[in-house]
């Protein structure tokens, strides 16, 4: 049971670290969310109120989740959709 706690304690450091660094992108990030909280897509859906289809979709790059299933898919994690200011080339 430590060792779960653990990982999960390892995977939330490696959230924060890739999100201050700007080293993640959101499919990345959904993946580690759940992992954090030790869910499979079906599991980690029903737990967030979506369906495993936007999940899975999402994860694979094929999905266009709306702004109310992000916010739903990284509240669990204390996370949300926000924008940021990039530099302009």
Known sequence: MKDKIEQRHQFRNILNQKINENEID????????????????????HMVGLSKK????FELGKGNP?????????KPVGLEPGLKRIKRS
């Open 54 to 57: 936007i999940i899975t979709d």
């Open 26 to 45: 959101l499919i990345e990030a959904l993946k580690l969310t759940r992992k954090i909280v030790g869910k499979s897509q079906q599991d980690y859906a």
């Open 66 to 74: 709306t702004l109310e299933s992000l916010t739903k898919m990284f």
